[in-house]
């Protein structure tokens, strides 16, 4: 004959499966947070990886803008219309990377590179404007020391390496890499805005033409 009374056996029956029961909750819960903890570090994952795009194409971006400055001061020309230095991209990003970088340092660089940048668009569409000379359409609107280009670039120029850190590019891999040993001599020779050597360019200038003259004789 059985010791066990109906009620102690009903007793045993709810305990087991209130423990049952708890076994189960637990497990979901474990398995709940584990599903949370990966969807946390996927979504950090792509955060990141869709921040590393914005700044490398905002880099290629200033990147550009830099080349298309550097060509205007070799050739005292700017870009033929209806090009114009790029900012498409910041636009785009400029929400994003805000958030990202964490010195108000470098973000006043990105920041003041691409109001230099807009300035100098606005100065070119001037000129372009206002130079009366039959070659400005297909050569461009002239150079002027006034400009300040110098300057832009070396906006620019900080803008990119301040970006950069974002990503921890350096080295090769920079897009800086590739200047030459004195970036500033060699695109701006006779300097740019307040310390333009005049005379000199002058000079430089009237040696090209007289080279360039005997050249045709020669040919």
């Known amino acids: 004959m059985s010791s066990v009374t109906p ?6 029956g ?7 029961g708890v076994l189960t909750t637990s497990g979901q819960l474990i398995i709940e947070r584990s599903r949370a903890r990966r969807d946390r570090e996927a979504n950090r994952a792509r955060e990141a990886r869709e ?8 880099v290629e971006e200033l990147a550009e803008a830099r080349s298309l400055i550097e060509s205007a001061a070799k050739a005292r020309r700017y870009w033929v219309a209806p090009r114009e230095l790029p900012t498409t991209t910041w636009n785009e990003y400029r929400t994003d990377i ?21 300035n100098l668009n606005w100065t070119v569409a001037h000129r372009r404007n206002t130079d009366q000379s039959v070659d400005t ?15 832009v670039w070396r906006m620019i120029r900080r803008a990119i390496e301040s970006l950069e850190k974002v990503t921890g590019v ?15 001599r060699a695109h701006w020779p006779y ?8 005379e000199t360019a002058s000079s430089d200038a009237q040696q090209e033409v007289w ?9």
């Open 98 to 118: 805000a958030s990202a970088i964490e010195s108000s340092i470098d973000w006043r660089h990105v920041t003041s590179a691409y109001d230099a940048i807009n």
């Open 7 to 12: 009620l102690a056996a009903a007793l045993i």
């Open 137 to 151: 359409p297909a050569s461009g609107a002239r150079v002027s020391h006034d400009d300040n280009t110098r300057a």
């Open 211 to 219: 080279e360039e003259a005997q050249r045709a004789v020669e040919d």
């Open 170 to 184: 350096a080295g090769a891999a920079s897009r800086l890499a590739d200047e030459p040993k004195d970036p500033e």
């Open 191 to 198: 300097g740019d805005g307040a310390d333009f050597d005049e």
């Open 51 to 58: 921040l590393r795009l914005a700044v490398r194409l905002v």
């Open 14 to 20: 709810a305990g087991g499966a209130v423990f049952g």
